[in-house]
């Protein structure tokens, strides 16, 4: 009796777990580098934040977020009531497509992209229109040209997991100015904190603007709160006002709150992540200009490198010398590898292995 569309479906299949790797592998230390966690954890002040509501956990959560929703919008510099929150991302995607899509609806979307947006269209029932990027990047003018009457949502994810490249600020209020105001365009900015590109978008200013403008943030990557899942929404409040019917109430944790709110508040640590960050990319881009592989430059926590074989076979070659990476077969890009960005330790790990695979197949 359930849903026709599910027999269709493949459930999301997520990063190796360490314990599995090393259970699998006899191996003693596994370092994961495939779902663009932070690698260097949370702010110190955060373990104390959530010592502080554990006698509290008999109580349901505060559904309204009140304190974190205070602070995040003086923060962001928008209204409280331009906020809404999610158990991580993730569910905001559901809640959307949950709100605006059904069968005779369509979103459109990039492909490869984030799975989730065209997995949570199609349980729903609604159609998945896929839009190849065009040397990684978004193929804004194909995706209009995908839009029509019955299209509820556009995703756009910038910048784009799996590639890491991003839309400029000219060429989203270019493709803005031309989307129906009965489309809602969504902006999964999942990456913003790492993003260093001058002429990245601004669309927080851009709210007050486009009142089918929703911009959806986590403190999964940056902030190194993955394990707890919180993500958040931004858009006018008449939008979000329209969606809180949707969304599950003391659908985020206070242990999860309360470790937002810490986090947020170390800014220093936010700028050391994406200082290091920044290192680790050079050190990618040095090793894959001196080997002669093609790569996108990122804007995010990872990167995206082209082997021109199989990405399952440079996945069990790290895997097998303790490195957890994600094989773009999965991903849409079967010759590609997607590495996180990790401690500087970590990347010359990587880089050692992936010298010694490509010695190995020249020799």
């Known amino acids: 009796m359930l849903k026709s569309q599910l027999r269709h479906i493949l459930p999301y299949k997520p990063g190796k777990r360490i314990e599995d790797v090393q259970q699998e592998l006899g191996l003693t230390h596994v370092e994961k580098l495939a779902s663009n966690e932070n690698p260097f954890g949370s702010?110190?002040?955060?373990?104390?934040?959530?010592?502080?509501?554990?006698?509290?956990?008999?109580?349901?959560?505060?559904?309204?977020?009140?304190?974190?929703r205070e602070a995040l919008s003086d923060h962001l510099g928008v209204q409280p009531e331009q906020l809404i929150f999610g158990n991580g991302t993730d569910e905001l995607i559901h809640l959307f497509s949950r709100a605006m899509l059904y069968p005779g609806k369509n979103a459109v979307m990039a492909t490869p992209t984030f799975p989730n947006y065209?997995?949570?269209?199609?349980?729903?029932?609604?159609?998945?229109?896929?839009?190849?990027?065009?040397?990684?990047?978004?193929?804004?003018?194909?995706?209009?040209?995908?839009?029509?009457e019955n299209t509820g949502l556009i995703w756009i994810c910038n910048p784009n997991n799996p590639t890491g490249v991003y839309v400029t600020a000219d060429e989203f209020s270019a493709f803005m100015a031309r989307v129906p105001e009965q489309v809602i365009v969504v902006v999964d900015e999942a990456y913003r904190e790492y993003v260093t590109a001058a002429d990245?978008?601004?669309?927080?200013?851009?709210?007050?603007?486009?009142?089918?403008?929703?911009?959806?943030?986590?403190?999964?990557?940056?902030?190194?709160?993955?394990?707890?899942?919180?993500?958040?929404?931004i858009a006018q409040d008449a939008l979000i006002h329209q969606l809180e019917p949707a969304r599950e109430p003391f659908n985020v944790s206070s242990v999860a709150q309360a470790a937002a709110l810490a986090a947020l508040s170390d800014q220093a640590f936010i700028a050391r992540t994406v200082e290091e960050n920044n290192k680790g990319k050079q050190q990618y881009y040095a090793f894959c200009e001196e080997a002669g592989l093609a790569y996108y430059p990122t804007e995010g926590n990872f990167i995206l490198i082209e082997f021109g074989i199989s990405g399952d076979r440079i996945f069990d070659y790290l895997q097998r010398r303790g490195y957890i990476v994600r094989s773009g077969v999965q991903l849409g890009v079967p010759t590609a590898v997607r590495i996180t960005i990790?401690?500087?330790?970590?990347?010359?790990?990587?880089?050692?292995c992936l010298k010694e695979f490509l010695n190995d197949e020249t020799s």
């Open 118 to 148: 065209k997995r949570n269209a199609l349980i729903e029932g609604a159609e998945a229109r896929e839009v190849p990027l065009k040397d990684g990047r978004h193929d804004l003018e194909g995706m209009l040209r995908e839009v029509d």
């Open 342 to 352: 990790g401690s500087a330790e970590q990347n010359s790990g990587v880089i050692r």
């Open 200 to 233: 990245f978008p601004e669309t927080l200013q851009m709210i007050d603007q486009y009142p089918n403008l929703i911009i959806t943030r986590t403190f999964s990557k940056a902030y190194g709160l993955a394990g707890l899942r919180i993500g958040y929404g």
């Open 43 to 68: 702010s110190p002040r955060v373990q104390a934040a959530i010592t502080n509501v554990i006698n509290g956990l008999s109580y349901y959560p505060d559904g309204y977020a009140t304190a974190l």
